[in-house]
T-cell receptor
Framework: DAGVTQSPTHLIKTRGQQVTLRCSPK?????VSWYQQALGQGPQFIFQYYEEEERQRGNFPDRFSGHQFPNYSSELNVNALLLGDSALYLCASSSLGAGETQYFGPGTRLLVL | QKEVEQNSGPLSVPEGAIASLNCTYS??????FFWYRQYSGKSPELIMSIYSNGDKEDGRFTAQLNKASQYVSLLIRDSQPSDSATYLCAVKVGPSGSARQLTFGSGTQLTVLP
């Protein structure tokens, strides 16, 4: 049973560029949540997708956008990158019908220069 | 006041001792509580979930929840060097079965000394 997968594992971008991160949820899961984790901090909620719709959003600017596909996989897009966007980006999957336990993927480490 | 607060540590305990990790939360309607372990450079891994007042045991781990005091803790018995990691407390507001966001504390760094 494959767990949550994310790609790429590492990424280096420069300020002003755009980036797309990808996530495939755990088999049987239909909900994907994205988190940003800065060094030394706990993960901060960005948004959550269910049935290809953004269901909930945290306190992040519109530069952060996402998408969920019919196969439940998801993308996180960040436009006009800032140095402060450097962080570990985590995808968590869960199943709405089976409770609220979220399982995390390995993450994508983004460095903005 | 932060929504979820943890002692940042670092917390050091000798091998074989009990490690006690604490977490307080501010939202009284919080329903679900989770402990994640995060090794350096890795992603969070779920250890325990707890939903009702009292204790919940799983192997060497015991989660304790007191909703009246808005307090949740994690005890690690017979601590091993492999338990050295950052422990994240997470709280979910919303009824059971709803896929709401997790709010995390900043984590407590635990070091188990051989």
């Amino acid at each position: 049973d494959a767990g949550v997968t994310q790609s790429p594992t590492h990424l280096i971008k420069t300020r002003g560029q755009q980036v797309t991160l990808r996530c495939s949820p755990k088999s049987g899961h239909d909900t994907v949540s994205w988190y940003q984790q800065a060094l030394g901090q706990g993960p901060q909620f960005i948004f959550q997708y269910y049935e290809e719709e953004e269901r909930q959003r945290g306190n992040f600017p519109d530069r952060f956008s996402g998408h969920q596909f019919p196969n439940y996989s998801s993308e996180l897009n960040v436009n006009a990158l800032l140095l402060g966007d450097s962080a570990l980006y985590l995808c968590a999957s869960s199943s709405l019908g089976a409770g609220e336990t979220q399982y995390f993927g390995p993450g994508t480490r983004l460095l903005v220069l | 006041q932060k929504e979820v607060e943890q002692n940042s540590g670092p917390l050091s305990v000798p091998e074989g001792a009990i490690a006690s990790l604490n977490c307080t939360y501010s939202d009284r309607v919080s329903q679900s509580f989770f402990w994640y372990r995060q090794y350096s450079g890795k992603s969070p891994e779920l250890i325990m979930s707890i939903y009702s007042n009292g204790d919940k045991e799983d192997g060497r781990f015991t989660a304790q929840l007191n909703k009246a005091s808005q307090y949740v803790s994690l005890l690690i018995r017979d601590s091993q060097p492999s338990d050295s990691a950052t422990y994240l407390c997470a709280v979910k507001v919303g009824p059971s079965g709803s896929a709401r966001q997790l709010t995390f504390g900043s984590g407590t760094q635990l070091t188990v000394l051989p």
